[in-house]
């Protein structure tokens, strides 16, 4: 089964809204990142945030992470309509060398 | 720089037909790996690779083969294609220097459609 988990599935806001996507794991990691995918397009990196940290901040975008309940969660603040997009969190596990991604959440803005 | 390219765009096969996927990258990059999405799905490893001549498998590696001679190129092979096997293939490429891992860059894609 795949590691990585994302809440919700599908999420629809107004532009101008903070959007909240949430990501649970089930192994020990070294990192988790998220990533963005436009429809039909390769994947964008956006954020990393490394085992030993808590918080990491990126322009509009913050990320949390939570190893005690193996979660991260992605805050994209002051959403725009070019933010819709599905987005993915990625986990590198520290028991081997794989990168293992989630289902995904996809995120509309309502104009 | 190229950055991740893949070959071809588009395919079409008919069950039981064998093709590669190619994907190359010009970054200098230890780590190669390849992804495939489904609806629903997200993305789920097939194989990966940390450097020349080192493979292993991902979480969905049955009916693929990968072989990584050189650092740049990393082919995927369908040995016996299927129905089941019809999905978008990405392949991505990230340094690989101790832990942990820098960004993974992904390339275009490729759709396949086995008939």
């Known amino acids: 089964s795949q590691q990585g988990e994302e809440d919700p599935q599908a999420l629809s806001i107004q532009e101008g809204e903070n959007a909240t996507m949430n990501c649970s794991y089930k192994t020990s990691i070294n990192n988790l990142q998220w990533y963005r995918q436009n429809s039909g397009r390769g994947l964008v990196h956006l954020i990393l945030?490394?085992?030993?940290?808590r918080e990491k901040h990126s322009g509009r975008l913050r990320v949390t992470l939570d190893t005690s309940k193996k979660s991260s969660s992605l805050l994209i603040t002051a959403s725009r309509a070019a933010d819709t997009a599905s987005y993915f969190c990625a986990t590198e596990q520290n028991r081997d060398d794989k990168i293992i991604f989630g289902k995904g959440t996809r995120l509309h803005i309502l104009p | 720089n190229a950055g991740v390219t893949q070959t071809p765009k588009f395919q079409v096969l008919k069950t039981g037909q064998s093709m590669t996927l190619q994907c190359a990258q010009d970054m200098n990059h230890e780590y190669m790996s390849w992804y495939r999405q489904d609806p629903g799905m997200g993305l789920r490893l097939i194989h990966y690779?940390?450097?020349?001549?080192?493979?292993d498998q991902g979480e969905v590696p049955n009916g693929y083969n990968v072989s990584r001679s050189t650092t740049e190129d990393f082919p995927l092979r369908l040995l016996s294609a299927a129905p089941s096997q019809t999905s978008v293939y990405f392949c991505a490429s990230s340094y690989s220097i101790g832990s942990p891992r820098e960004t993974q860059y992904f390339g275009p894609g490729t759709r396949l459609l086995v008939l």
């Open positions: 945030i490394r085992s030993n940290e």
């Open positions: 690779s940390v450097g020349a001549g080192i493979t």
